[in-house]
């Protein structure tokens, strides 16, 4: 079992940024993949970034892409996303995923979800 937590969601207004985490724990030690995913009320849970287990790899949604960064530190069993030029479509509660595995972006791929972390984006 991994169990994840996310953390740093919060209010911003449009432009702004926010540094999201991911800590995990339990066993991790067989390595595993990372996706953050958003979602608001009445939407599917749409993908956001990925990264594999040694961090070489990453993968973004278009929507994000080049505002959004995904990374990870193994030695602190953390990842985090770090979103830029906030808008206010952003807006969601981001959740992170994991996989032994590598996922990407399919979200019923992953064995593990966070409770999630509200973003909220003011205009």
């Known amino acids: 079992q991994v169990r994840l937590v996310e953390s740093g969601g919060g209010l911003v207004q449009a432009g702004g940024s926010l540094r999201l985490s991911c800590a995990a724990s339990g066993r991790t030690d067989g390595g595993y993949g990372v996706g953050w995913f958003r979602q608001t009320p009445g939407k599917e849970r749409e993908f956001v970034a990925s990264?594999?287990?040694?961090?070489?790899?990453?993968y973004y949604a278009d929507s994000v892409k080049g505002r959004f960064t995904i990374s990870r530190d193994n030695a602190k069993n953390t990842a985090y996303l770090e979103m830029h030029s906030l808008k206010p479509e952003d807006a969601a509660v981001y959740y992170c995923?994991?996989?032994?595995?590598?996922?990407?972006?399919?979200?019923?791929?992953?064995?593990?979800w966070g409770q999630g972390t509200q973003v909220t984006v003011s205009s």
């Open positions: 995923a994991a996989d032994p595995g590598y996922s990407g972006s399919r979200a019923g791929m992953y064995d593990y």
């Open positions: 990264i594999t287990w040694s961090g070489g790899s990453t």
